[in-house]
């Protein structure tokens, strides 16, 4: 079987609620098939069609993040926050008889011909989904690596400008949201943020692209440890980023 597009034929592998699928089509079909998917131009930032409806287990223990984010706040925000956001997507779903086998990314591509409680409840619950494994315990001097690391350092003039540029993003967003790195249409890292639970894979997003690492700046993620201080949690965030992850991300596997 060959994948090579040059060959005008490539593998397509669409992941199902019963598993993982490969089809090997002629470009043509690939092409109405991904046109299926999404707006014209998402294949191009390479979205990763894989996130179910189901909230999906917590990948390490509550306390893991201790002395920067507390068990009690990781068990509430994971346990009641974010739970709610996968049960209230999936109601409202089933409701509108949206299809709940189907990716969250595909709805975020027509995000404005759904209601507000779908694009609310799936915005939280793959910003969420993607914020758990975006983290991991304290690392010291916890820095990008491969080929992302090369990439900030080409494009965003290093690792401290990109910190001090994401960590402001972070701090002025005003209320709720997110502060993101984003691959965008063409390819190149961006900062921005987005409001509430959207994100830049929305079609109605002001920021448009794929979310490489994402932090939630919503007061239920930081408040009991630091209160009014976003800033210091900001600061605090950056000992746990999961880069290997990240990196994933970034080469479009993870
Ligand atoms: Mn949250």
């Not at 974010?82 to 409701?95: D, P, S, T, V």
């Not at 989904?129 to 080409?154: H, Q, Y």
């Not at 249409?185 to 959207?198: F, H, V, W, Y």
Request: net charge positive; hydrophobic share 35%; aromatic share 12%.
């Amino acid at each position: 079987m060959s994948n090579s597009g040059t060959s005008g034929r490539r593998k397509f592998i669409k992941t199902t609620a019963g598993g993982t699928v490969a089809f090997t089509l002629g470009l043509t079909g690939l092409n109405s098939l991904l046109s299926s998917f999404a707006e014209p131009g998402q294949d191009d930032i390479h979205v990763k069609f894989n996130t179910g409806f189901d909230q999906q287990p917590l990948p390490y223990a509550y306390d893991a993040l201790e002395n920067v984010i507390d068990a009690k706040t990781m068990e509430i925000h994971y346990s009641k926050h974010a739970a709610a956001y996968a049960k209230n997507l999936k109601e409202a779903a089933i409701a509108e008889k949206v299809d709940i086998n189907q990716p969250v990314e595909k709805i975020f591509a027509k995000v404005d011909g759904y209601s507000a409680k779908i694009r609310n409840n799936a915005g939280g619950h793959y910003n969420h989904e993607m914020f758990w494994k975006c983290m991991r315990p304290k690392t010291e001097n916890n820095k990008p690596v491969g080929s992302l690391k090369d990439a900030i350092e080409k494009e965003l003039g290093g690792f401290d400008k990109f910190k001090g540029l994401f960590s402001d993003a972070a701090k002025n967003r005003f209320g709720s949201g997110w502060a993101w790195l984003y691959l965008d249409a063409g390819k190149q890292l961006k900062i921005g943020s987005t409001p509430n639970q959207d994100n830049p894979l929305m079609n109605i997003s002001e920021i448009k692209g794929f979310p490489l690492l994402g932090i939630d700046v919503w007061e239920h993620a930081y408040y009991l440890k630091y209160q009014n201080k976003r800033a210091d949690y900001i600061e605090n965030w950056w000992n746990v980023v999961n880069w290997d992850y990240v990196q994933q991300r970034y080469e479009n596997k993870g």
